[in-house]
């Protein structure tokens, strides 16, 4: 289920298959009910500008990707970045976005987190975690290091 949430310090441009943000409107976004993944090769996601992957690094990637298509752009402060959409196998649609050296993943899916994801992960030679500092592999999902 996709809720909004309350006005952020971001503006959203949403791309030509979607509809355009009027003026005077406040932006939108999705959330896994408050929950993400993160693709980092830090040992913790919140550490990503330590071990950055970087962004012109991240950008080849998803212009080059056949199941990455741009959904419009975000504006963090003065800095615009595009988000792309991601069909997951269960048929839900995410967003994946560059942040501080990291690879963020908003939506909702009901899918296994590492099949639909750790392949990104693996191109990156990174982590798949999750907010509360689980890693998702191909052997499950470990627990936090710390």
């Given at each position: 289920m996709i809720e909004p949430l309350p006005p952020l310090p971001l503006r959203v441009e949403r791309g030509p298959a979607r509809a355009a943000l009027r003026p005077g409107r406040e932006p939108t976004a999705c959330r896994i009910h408050g929950y993400e993944l993160h693709v980092t090769r830090a040992a913790e996601y919140f550490e990503s500008e330590e071990h950055p992957i970087a962004l012109e690094e991240w950008l080849a990637y998803?212009?080059?990707?056949?199941?990455?298509?741009?959904?419009?752009?975000?504006?963090?402060?003065?800095?615009?970045?595009?988000?792309?959409?991601?069909?997951?196998?269960?048929?839900?649609?995410?967003?994946?976005?560059?942040?501080?050296?990291?690879?963020?993943?908003?939506?909702?899916?009901d899918g296994d987190a590492y099949r639909e994801f750790g392949g990104l992960a693996e191109d990156f030679q990174a982590n798949l975690q999750g907010d509360d500092g689980e890693r998702y592999t191909l052997n499950g999902v470990l627990p936090p290091i710390h």
């Open positions: 998803a212009e080059r990707s056949p199941t990455l298509t741009q959904g419009g752009w975000i504006w963090w402060d003065e800095d615009r970045h595009p988000f792309y959409v991601f069909p997951c196998g269960d048929g839900s649609v995410v967003s994946l976005t560059w942040f501080e050296g990291a690879i963020e993943i908003k939506g909702h899916f």
